[in-house]
């Protein structure tokens, strides 16, 4: 392996990709897809053709600038938070009218010993 391949993380990633449009702008998109799938191949058997189709998918989507997986996640977070304090209410709620009832119970007992 050369030094000019030896970046790794994002930046490869980006190298990967750029290399992909190039064939894929000179050469079209069945082509960029078989040399690009053949090229992972060599270190990933299981993938194929239509897992490169996806994903060279997915990164045009992230590249509009339109999606916002952080934005989601904190979404995400913030309902199940939202749900956990409801869930937390509800339950507090419940335990003080089964108190409430033990004791209406309770004193209904004493009053009838009594």
Known sequence: MNKEN????TARV???LSEYVK???EYGEDVALTVTTKALQRSFPSIDCEDVRSTVKV???MQTGRV???ME???MEDQAEKATVQLLQNISTIEIAQVENLREISRSM???VA
């Open 14 to 16: 980006l190298r990967e």
């Open 110 to 112: 004493d009053s009838e």
């Open 73 to 75: 996640r904190q979404r």
């Open 59 to 61: 990164i045009r989507a």
């Open 23 to 25: 064939l894929e702008d």
């Open 6 to 9: 030896k970046c790794s993380g």
């Open 68 to 70: 916002d997986v952080g």
